[in-house]
């Protein structure tokens, strides 16, 4: 949910494979196509991290078939990870400091230091 909401790939080209119709334009086997990952995450309501409504938008920001990004096992264990530590921490996380990381396209924080409040 949270790779939803933040979109790591805000938009992806990809080839039709097939003769199609999107959103009432003709589209012929081989042309280009623009998808906006953004837009149609944001599509799905706001973030819920208890939902998951999402499931057909799943790692679509990692692109598909010859397109898979080689670093989506990375990233995903990176997460899952990160989930792990936060979840055995007691109390109620809050951001004591911040400083953003510029000129990136995936927002992130360059610097993060997090707190237990119980």
Partial sequence: ESL??????????????????????KVQKGDRIVLA????????????????RVAGLRQLWFGAGEHFCIGAPLAMAQI?????????V????????????????IPSYRSLVMEAQK
């Fill in 4 to 25: 939803r909401w933040t979109t790591p790939s805000l938009a992806t080209l990809r080839s039709a494979l097939v003769d199609t119709e999107i959103g009432g334009a």
């Fill in 37 to 52: 990952t953004y837009k149609a995450n944001r599509q799905r309501g706001p973030w819920d991290p208890t939902s998951d």
């Fill in 80 to 88: 899952r990870t990160a989930i792990t530590a936060l979840r055995s």
């Fill in 90 to 105: 007691e109390g109620r996380l809050q951001a004591i400091d911040r400083t953003p990381l510029r000129n990136t396209v």
